[in-house]
């Protein structure tokens, strides 16, 4: 089984920073990719950012230039780097990993429990 556990939310004024961290623990072999999705009130859940071995990390559009997201391999932990944050930004933020639990077998999808960011204006 793997966990996710995520860190870092809480609120902050407009123009202000955050930083979440996601840590994946349990029977991992290889975590092919790992990012943040977000989910305001009444709206769907959407990816912000996403790294993935041998591609180029993705980005949502909303985000770029402000978010930076960015791998710990060997204490298999994702960051979000969250500046200049709008107060659209608000949102539980959620980690999900492709992990592959053993050699040979497909990585499976996993989420972390979320993560409230809030942003006042």
């Known amino acids: 089984q793997v966990q996710l556990m995520e860190s870092g939310g809480g609120e902050v004024q407009a123009g202000g920073s955050l930083r979440l961290s996601c840590t994946a623990s349990?029977?991992?072999?290889?975590?092919?990719?790992m990012g943040w999705y977000r989910q305001a009130p009444g709206k769907e859940r959407e990816s912000v950012a996403r790294?993935?071995?041998?591609?180029?990390?993705f980005y949502a559009d909303s985000v770029k230039g402000r978010f930076t997201v960015s791998r710990d391999h060997a204490k298999n932990t994702v960051y979000l780097q969250m500046n200049s944050l709008k107060p659209e930004d608000a949102a539980v933020y959620y980690c999900?990993?492709?992990?592959?639990?053993?050699?040979?077998?497909?990585?499976?999808?996993?989420w972390g429990q979320g993560t409230l960011v809030t942003v006042s204006s």
């Open positions: 349990g029977s991992i072999f290889s975590i092919p990719a």
């Open positions: 790294l993935v071995t041998g591609r180029t990390t």
């Open positions: 999900n990993a492709d992990v592959q639990t053993d050699a040979g077998l497909i990585p499976y999808e996993y």
